[in-house]
C-alpha cells in the first residue's frame, strides 16, 4: 500500500477509534464502567476522571458501586455525579456511593437511536474528509507531474477502497449499538 494510502487509512482509523469511544459513553440501560468515564471529580483543585479517584465496579446488569480510595472525597465524586447529565441520583452511605442504572423508556431509546445515527455520520464526513484530502494530494502530485495519470488512478481506486472498508466499519457499529438500545 502506498504511503498516500497509509496516511489515508491512519486518518480513518483514528475515526473509528473517536466513534467507539462515542458509542461506549450511550447509555443502555445496562451499567458499564464506561458511561462514567466523562465524570471529573475536583481531587485537590484538580479536575480528575472518577476512574482515578476510585474504584468503580457493577454488582450487577443495572448498577455501579463507587468506592473512593480516600474516605475525603466522597462528597467529591458524589457532587461530580450530580452535575453530570447522567441522570442517576447517587446514594452515599458513608463509605460507597451506589447508582441505579434507570430503566430507558421507549422514547429515550428512539432519541438515543438519533443520537447514535448523528454520531456516526460525523464519523463517515471524517473518513470522507480524509479521502478528499488524499485525492487533492494525488491531483496536485499529478499536475506537478510527480506521478503519471495510470498511477493516480490506481492509487485513487486505492484510496477509495479504503474509504469503503471504513464506512462499512461505522455502518456495522452503527447496527450494532442501535440493536443494543432497541432490545429491552
Request: proline letters at 3%; hydrophobic letters at 35%; charged letters at 35%.
Amino acid at each position: 500500500m502506498s504511503s498516500i494510502g497509509e496516511e489515508s487509512r491512519s486518518k480513518m482509523e483514528k475515526a473509528i477509534s473517536s466513534l467507539k469511544s462515542d458509542l461506549q459513553k450511550v447509555r443502555t440501560g445496562r451499567a458499564q464502567v464506561s458511561m462514567l468515564d466523562g465524570i471529573k471529580v475536583n481531587y485537590y483543585g484538580t479536575p480528575t476522571p472518577i476512574n482515578q479517584v476510585a474504584a468503580i465496579s457493577t454488582p450487577d446488569a443495572r448498577s455501579f458501586l463507587i468506592s473512593p480510595w480516600e474516605a475525603s472525597i466522597l462528597k467529591e465524586v458524589e457532587s461530580a455525579i450530580v452535575k453530570s447529565d447522567l441522570g442517576m441520583s447517587p446514594q452515599n452511605d458513608g463509605k460507597v456511593i451506589r447508582l441505579k442504572v434507570p430503566e430507558l423508556t421507549e422514547d429515550r431509546r428512539k432519541d438515543l437511536v438519533k443520537g447514535v445515527k448523528k454520531t456516526c455520520e460525523e464519523s463517515r464526513v471524517a473518513i470522507r474528509q480524509a479521502r478528499r484530502e488524499a485525492n487533492d494530494f494525488l491531483k496536485q502530485q499529478l499536475k506537478d507531474k510527480e506521478i503519471s495519470e495510470d498511477e493516480q488512478k490506481r492509487l485513487t481506486d486505492e484510496v477509495q477502497k479504503v474509504t469503503d472498508e471504513f464506512i462499512k466499519k461505522v455502518d456495522e457499529l452503527a447496527e450494532e449499538k442501535e440493536k443494543e438500545l432497541l432490545t429491552l
